[in-house]
């Protein structure tokens, strides 16, 4: 996931700023996708996009607005940087409370614009390290059996090796032996670890 390569996609109606943007971003050596309106860029999207997405605030149909609420129901963790005008300054406020990252009016020094994507992309870089990292964990959580998962349900719960035994009915040397294997299938010796790998998947394991 860390290895797709980042691009920054920028989405603006205008011809003239469109072009402007691709030269500046390709003359700073990031690779660079532009699009015309929201819904050129909506029916391009992929959950595998890595990088930002400059967008501007006001276009004809789908705004910039719309667009971000769109992308949130597809549950995108790539940046938003909003290209706004001075009077949209409070939409774009609105729009950071629903996850942008930033905002920068026009006119935009190019320099600060730069410094803005650069810092959306580590965003982006870290947020799909951690991701990445989930998805091990769960990829681990995945290749438990029944049977392991509920000992490991109940070890995560505070539960001793003779209460596990006694509340299903299966001797004590049994539970060790699950609950070897799941510390060696989740690829941790410490009980601690096991309760922060799991708690960090829990909202990935619910929506399963």
Known sequence: MTDTQQTVYVVEDDEAVRDSL???????????????????????YSEKMAGCIV???????????????????KH??????FVTGHGDVPMA??????GAVDF????????????KIEAALQQDREQRKTLGEKQEILRRVKSL?????????????????????????????????????????????????????VLSVKDLIDAR
């Not at 920068?104 to 614009?113: S, V």
């Open 93 to 98: 406020v609105d729009a950071m409370k629903e």
């Open 104 to 115: 920068i009016q026009k006119p935009y020094r190019e320099e600060a614009l730069l410094q």
């Open 145 to 197: 059996t029944p049977r392991e998962h509920e000992i490991m349900d109940r070890m995560i719960a505070g539960q001793a090796n003779k209460v596990i035994a006694i509340e299903l009915e299966i001797s004590q040397r049994t539970v060790e032996i699950h609950r070897s294997r799941v510390m060696h299938k989740m690829g941790t010796h410490s009980l601690a670890h096991l309760v922060r790998m």
């Open 76 to 81: 995108s963790i790539l940046p938003i940087i």
């Open 22 to 44: 691709e030269l500046l971003l390709k003359s700073d050596g990031k690779p660079v996708k532009t699009y015309e309106n929201a819904n050129a860029f909506l029916k391009d």
């Open 55 to 73: 967008l501007d605030i006001r276009m004809p149909g789908m705004d910039g607005m719309e667009l971000q609420k769109k992308l949130n129901e």
